[in-house]
C-alpha cells in the first residue's frame, strides 16, 4: 500500500492528511475510493442504493474492472475503506469530499442530465457545518461549478466556509486503478489558495512522483475534460473518415493509419479505425459539449463535433451493410455470430456499445443474431433481451453463415481461423475492429473482410491525377 508523504502546506489551515468522503460509487467513484484508500488516506464512499452499498462493503465489486476488485479487498481489510448510505456520516468525516456520481445524456435532449450532481452535492451541503472543500470529478457541462458553489453557500449551514473546487477525472475502463494512481496529469480547477493546497494535499505521493499539476480556474477545469474526450472522438472519426474515403477508392486505411501514425505530431493512439467509439463516455461527453456550446452562443466553433458523431454512428450501419453483403444481399434467417458486446476490451460496460448496435440492426434485418461476450454477457442480455446469446466462442460461431467480430477481446484476436473454419457454415468474416490478422484468414480460405480496406488482397488503387479520376489495378 502507498502512504502518503507529508508536504510542505502552501496554506496555514489546511489539513495534509485530510479524511476523505466520496459521493457516489459507480465507475469512477468506487475506483477513486479504492485508490485514494490505497494512497492511505481514511476514506467513506457514500451512496443512495444500498444494495450496491452492501455488496462493496462485502468486497464484492458490480463491475468487471481488472484489478479493482483485489485493490478494494485490501483497504477494506487494512480498514482504510468504509462504505454508507448515510449522508450525516460522510459529511462529518470528510475534509474534502469528491463528488463522483454520473451525469448521462439527458432523455430525449443532448444535454448532461446533471439531476445526481445537484441532488449529491445539495444533501451533502445541507450536512456540512464547518470549513472543508467539495471536489467535483464528475463531467460537467462548463459553468456547473460556479452554479455549485452558490448553491453550497446557500445550502451549507459552515456557508462559504465550504469551498467548491474542480478536479476532472481522466481513467479509462480497464486501466482504471493505474490511471488514477499513475495519472498523465492533474487539473486543479479551483478559486482560492486555500482550495488548491487542499486538494494538493489529496495528491501528495501522486506530485511527489513528478506528475504534471495545472492549476486553474474552474471553468478552465471543467473544460478541459470535455476537449479531451472530444479531440479523441475527433481522432477517431477522422480515420474512420478516411476509412470511408478508402471504401470508395479501393484503398486500405490500415495501412494509412500506419503511415500517419509514424508522424510524431499525429501518433498513432486513437487512430485505430473500424466500428467507432462508444462508451459511457464519449458519445455523451461531445453532444453535451455541444449543446452546451449552441446555449452560449459558441455552437459554430464546436459544430464539427456533429460530424464526428456522424461519422461514428454511419461505421455502425455500415458494418451492417458489410454483413448482408457477406450474406449475399439478404439477412433473413442468415446466422450471424456476433463476438462482442463490451463497448471495448477489458470491460463489462454495454453503455453506447457499437457491438450491441450492429447486432440489434442485424436481428431487426431478420438475421439470427448470436453474441457472445467473455464478460458483458449479464449485461447485455438484460438489455437486449431479444438477442440470442451463446456460452462461448466455439458455440456462437457454430453453423454461423457470417461471423462478425465486433469488439477486439484478445480471445478473439487469438482464435484459430482453420479451427474456426471446422465451426462454421460459410467461412466469411467481418473484423469490425481491424482485429484479426486477414492474410492467416484468407490463408484459411476466409472471406475477411473489414471497414475500409479492400475486399481481396493484391488490389492497388492509385490515383489518375492527369484524368483526375480513380483507377484500379491488380498487383498480381
Ligand atoms: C474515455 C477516455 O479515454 C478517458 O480519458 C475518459 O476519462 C473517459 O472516456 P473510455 O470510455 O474508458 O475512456 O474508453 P476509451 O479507451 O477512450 O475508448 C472509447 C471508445 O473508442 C471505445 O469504444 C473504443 O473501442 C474506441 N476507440 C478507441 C476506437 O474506435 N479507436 C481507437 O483508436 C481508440
New binding site residues.
Given amino acids: 500500500m502507498y502512504q502518503p508523504t507529508s508536504i510542505a502546506s502552501a496554506h496555514p489551515s489546511v489539513i495534509e492528511n485530510p479524511k476523505i468522503t466520496v459521493v457516489g460509487t459507480g465507475y469512477l467513484g468506487a475506483t477513486h475510493a479504492v485508490c485514494m484508500a490505497l494512497l492511505g488516506y481514511d476514506v467513506i464512499a457514500l451512496d443512495v442504493d444500498q444494495a450496491k452499498i452492501d455488496h462493496l462493503a462485502a468486497g464484492n465489486l458490480p463491475i468487471f474492472e481488472p484489478g479493482l476488485e483485489d485493490k478494494l479487498r485490501e483497504v477494506l481489510a487494512a480498514g482504510k475503506l468504509r462504505f454508507t448510505t448515510d449522508v450525516k456520516l460522510a459529511a462529518g468525516h470528510g475534509d474534502v469530499h469528491f463528488i463522483c456520481v454520473g451525469t448521462p445524456q439527458a432523455k430525449g435532449s443532448d444535454a448532461a442530465d446533471l439531476t445526481y450532481v445537484d441532488a449529491a452535492v445539495t444533501a451533502l451541503a445541507r450536512e456540512l457545518h464547518r470549513k472543508c472543500l467539495i471536489v467535483g470529478k464528475s463531467t460537467v457541462p462548463i459553468g456547473t461549478a460556479a452554479r455549485l458553489t452558490a448553491l453550497v453557500h446557500a445550502t451549507a449551514p459552515a456557508g462559504s466556509l465550504v469551498e467548491l473546487a474542480w478536479n476532472p ?6 486501466f482504471a486503478v493505474m490511471d488514477t494512481l499513475e495519472p498523465d496529469r492533474l487539473v486543479f480547477g479551483t478559486a482560492s489558495a486555500w482550495a488548491r493546497a487542499q486538494l494538493a494535499a489529496c495528491y501528495t505521493s501522486i506530485i511527489a512522483a513528478g506528475t504534471p499539476v495545472v492549476s486553474t480556474d474552474l471553468a478552465t477545469a471543467e473544460l478541459v475534460k470535455v476537449a ?2 472530444s479531440f ?1 472522438a475527433t481522432k ?1 472519426s477522422y480515420i474512420n473518415a478516411m476509412a470511408e474515403v478508402c471504401e470508395a477508392t479501393g484503398a486500405d486505411v490500415s495501412h494509412l493509419a500506419d503511415a500517419l501514425s509514424y508522424d510524431n505530431r499525429i501518433g498513432g ?4 479505425p ?9 458519445p455523451k461527453d461531445i453532444r453535451a459539449f455541444a449543446h452546451r456550446a449552441q446555449t452560449l452562443g459558441v455552437g459554430q466553433a464546436v459544430a464539427f463535433l456533429r460530424q464526428v458523431d456522424g461519422i461514428n454512428r454511419r461505421r455502425r450501419q455500415r458494418t451492417v451493410d458489410l454483413v448482408t453483403e457477406l450474406a449475399g444481399g439478404d439477412l433473413l434467417g442468415v446466422k450471424v455470430a456476433c463476438l462482442g458486446a463490451a ?2 476490451p477489458n470491460s463489462d460496460d454495454i453503455r453506447d456499445a ?1 457491438a450491441l448496435d450492429v447486432a440489434r440492426m442485424l436481428h431487426e434485418a431478420g438475421a439470427l443474431v448470436t453474441v457472445y461476450d467473455p464478460e458483458a454477457m449479464t449485461n447485455a442480455r438484460r438489455s437486449y433481451p431479444d438477442l440470442s446469446y451463446a456460452g462461448s466462442l466455439e458455440e456462437a460461431v457454430t453453423g454461423a453463415g457470417v461471423v462478425a467480430v465486433l469488439t477486439e477481446w484478445d480471445l478473439f484476436r487469438a482464435a484459430d481461423p482453420y479451427h474456426l473454419a471446422t465451426l462454421v457454415d460459410s467461412r466469411c468474416i467481418v473484423d469490425g475492429r481491424h482485429a484479426l490478422d486477414a492474410e492467416r484468414y484468407r490463408a484459411a480460405g476466409w472471406d475477411y473482410r473489414a471497414l475500409g480496406r479492400p475486399s481481396h488482397t493484391g488490389t492497388v488503387t492509385f490515383l489518375d491525377f492527369e484524368n483526375n479520376g480513380l483507377q484500379a489495378q491488380n498487383a498480381g
Avoid at 477525472?169 to 480497464?174: H, K, N, S, V
Avoid at 493512439?269 to 485505430?272: A, E, N, Q
Fill in positions: 477525472e481522466f481513467l479509462r475502463e480497464g479531451a474526450n479523441l477517431i493512439r486513437f487512430l485505430k473500424g466500428l467507432g467509439f462508444g462508451g459511457g463516455c464519449l463497448f471495448k457499437p
